[in-house]
């Protein structure tokens, strides 16, 4: 075959490319139809970057195969990505929940791994045609910034991500590669997504806009503990993209509010001290006054806490702590952090990230059906099966 030749070409410079790089030899080249590497690490954390989580473990992950995460994670943990950022002198932070974020700018990353990846060879504005394996080299037709250009390589990686934020470069290569070379798909969906509400159950809440209450939603056998948001088009806020993952059309959230309170000995209390007020009020020293007014309406609440019974307190109370809301569907793509599923992890080698149906085809980083809960898992993920596949090759 003839072409320009490299050992290694990387289609995708985000997250997983740039750090397979950084591990893979130095005839490497890096290719993207962007026109800057790493745009979602530069948006991602609000500009700072939610780059790893101290607590990262296998169970923060979603696959077909819960297995398949392990290797690539405990090969390179957290704390390789903090030696990396102190090699480099980057300040960071824990926000909260052990996410951690850098002090200055998500660019400190990208140019970090910038520098890491010398010194392999960067391409952007550059579209991949046509991609052929002669059964020892793969051939990859290009148009590079406007001319074509063919890429001979004995290893090619897909580093393409996920169909998340279309808007930003996101595309289906990686599983249009996949399935060219015969690797099996799961079914895609948006997730850490923003859930919606149709038209009649918006209306119902339209009031709620803007008020920020914490609970803990449980939805198909997971729960998380954190502030749930009503939007002008549904629920946000961090437990709903955390519970986004596990949540079907059709299902229902169970909504725990204000878990940190034993609601119903909080009521009694409440009764034996001031039960001459109306209960909406008492309801408003623990959540938000126009959420209150709100459940006072829906539970058809009226009159003091004194004319409740024990038994009507309980029932109160178990409303509050099980709370039902049924999401009727997501934002979708446009606004999803991170696609759930991708390529089959069957076919797929969780130490090296390397196909078992093409010798020298490696898939890393969220094209493949591992998907980490909101709080910098991702982008571990991304870090770990970077450079599983970078120190194989
Ligand atoms: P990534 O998307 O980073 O890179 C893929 C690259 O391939 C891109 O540069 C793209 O241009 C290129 N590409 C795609 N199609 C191509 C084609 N046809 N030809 C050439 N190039 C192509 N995670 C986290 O852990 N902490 C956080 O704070 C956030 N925050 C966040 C905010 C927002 C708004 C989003 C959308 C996502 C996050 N994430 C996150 C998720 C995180 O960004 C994501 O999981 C990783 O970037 C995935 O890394 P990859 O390298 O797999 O894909």
């Known amino acids: 075959m003839t072409g320009h030749r490299v050992t290694t070409l990387i289609l ?105 990846m010398q010194p392999a060879d960067l391409w952007l504005n550059s579209s991949v045609e046509d991609i052929r394996h002669d059964g020892t080299e793969f051939a990859i037709r290009l148009i590079r910034e406007g001319r074509p250009v063919t890429v001979i390589a004995r290893n090619l990686v897909v580093a393409t991500g996920g169909k998340s934020i279309p808007k930003m470069g996101a595309s289906a290569l990686g599983y ?35 008020t920020a209450v914490d609970t803990r939603i449980t939805c198909n056998g997971a729960s998380f503990e954190e502030a749930m948001l009503f939007t002008h ?37 409440r009764r034996m001290a001031e039960g001459g007020k109306a209960i909406g009020t008492h309801l408003a020293e623990i959540l938000p006054r126009k959420l209150a007014r709100h459940l006072a309406a829906e539970l058809g609440l009226s009159g003091n806490l004194a004319d409740l019974s024990d038994t009507a307190l309980r029932g109160l109370a178990d409303a509050l702590t099980a709370w039902e809301l049924t999401p009727t569907s997501s934002e979708g793509y446009r606004t999803a952090e991170v696609t759930l599923g991708g390529v089959a992890t069957d076919q797929v080698s969780s130490k090296a990230m390397e196909s078992q149906r093409v010798p020298g085809l490696y898939l890393i980083g969220e094209v493949m059906d591992v998907t980490g809960w909101l709080g910098g898992y991702n982008f571990q993920w991304a870090w770990a099966s970077g450079a599983a596949a970078g120190r194989a090759i």
């Open 233 to 269: 088009r549904g629920l946000s806020g961090p437990a709903i993209l955390q519970i986004s993952s596990y949540w079907r059309e059709g299902d229902r959230l169970s909504v725990h509010l204000r878990p940190d309170q034993d609601i119903f000995g909080w009521l009694r209390d």
């Open 12 to 116: 995708g410079a985000g997250a997983a490319g740039l750090m397979c790089a950084a591990h893979a030899g130095p005839d490497t080249l890096v290719i993207d139809h962007a026109k800057a590497p790493g745009e979602k690490i530069r948006i991602s954390g609000g500009g700072r970057c939610n780059f790893t989580n101290l607590g990262t473990a296998p169970e923060n992950f979603l696959s077909e195969n819960p297995h398949f995460a392990k290797s690539a994670l405990s090969r390179y943990t957290q704390w390789d990505f903090l030696d990396l950022l102190a090699r480099h002198r980057i300040p960071w932070h824990e926000k909260t929940l052990g996410q951690l974020f850098c002090d200055r700018s998500a660019k400190d990353i990208i140019q970090m791994l910038l520098a890491e």
């Open 176 to 210: 249009q590669i996949a399935e060219q070379f015969g690797h099996r798909l799961t079914d895609t969906r948006p997730a850490l997504v923003p859930l919606t509400f149709n038209e009649e159950i918006k209306a119902g809440f339209a009031a709620l806009s803007g």
